[in-house]
């Protein structure tokens, strides 16, 4: 295997942490370079190189680019579609130019291979709901999403043009117990597990059906990490690919905490999130990236659900 030089930018986030520790075992401590405008966590801050960069600052990431001999780019840095609703100019310049500056980088060959996340946001209202094709109508009505389909044509020009070797998936919800989210809008089902354990009741943001495509660390975070050393020809699609695992509600999420916390007890308050969540697909077909390169998911509701509730209790300890 050539020599790899990773560096992370958004290192410090809730996919970037574990995406960073993952990668470090699988390619060496000091191959991958952990970098954010913020510092992470202990583990992450103590298994490998870390440096402060904000992914806007074109200069000082080309600086670390040339410092460390950088091959390879994971571009985990974005604004998220809640918050996105509340500050749209930042989310559009955070979400778009982290993503220029980098694919500038590989067209210019300075570095061999980026992976960018897309997102389920990239679907709007006018999307079919159940079992969402991979190439099908996407007319975003968030700024999140319409940054991240901007972001896919333009991974995909800049394939098509320049050989730029760029690959991406479209995340539907992350959920994991060892860091938080932030400003997401399927973060009611992380919060849930926290609450459960802690006060036993939670209140739900989005009403008790709304059905959306979600997914456990472990396995985005092994889709990923098989993209990225799938073969160049396997990757048929430049712009991102759908992915998939299961899809839950509010109260089916409830109903599964119930197994393990029979006292448990969910209220519900939607507000604004509610309306992004509705203009997202259901379910997710995600075809192409089973039969491109062979992705298969490990967890459903219940292995999840299991995995937070003993993740988070171990943590407590
Ligand atoms: C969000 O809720 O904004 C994200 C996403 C689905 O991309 N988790």
Known sequence: MALKK?????ASGQI??????????????ENVIASDIKEGGEELMQSGPFEIADATDKDRIEQLVAEYKIT???????????????????A???NMDSLFIILNLAKENKIKKVFWPSSIAVFGPSTPKESTPQTTIMEPSTVYGISKQTGERWCEYYFNKFGVD????????????KTLPGGGTTDYAIEIFHEALKSGEYTSFLKEDTGL????MDDAIKATVELMEAPP????????YNLAAMTFTPQELATEIKKHIPEF??????????????????????????NDWGWDHEYDLAKLTEKMLSGLRDEQQ
């Open 233 to 240: 020809e396997k990757v048929k699609v430049r712009s991102s």
């Open 265 to 290: 007890k969910l209220n519900y308050d939607p507000d604004y999130r509610q309306e992004i969540a509705n203009s997202w697909p259901s379910s997710i077909n995600d075809n192409s990236a089973r």
């Open 92 to 94: 559009w310049e955070l």
């Open 166 to 177: 760029v690959r991406s998936i479209r995340y539907p919800g992350i959920i994991s117990y």
């Open 6 to 10: 990773i560096l992370i930018i958004g």
């Open 16 to 29: 970037g942490s574990e995406l960073a520790l993952k990668l470090r075992e699988l390619y060496g401590n």
């Open 72 to 90: 390879d780019i994971y571009l985990m840095a974005a604004m998220l579609s809640a918050t996105a609703e509340r500050i749209p100019m930042k």
């Open 213 to 216: 495509p979600m997914m456990y």
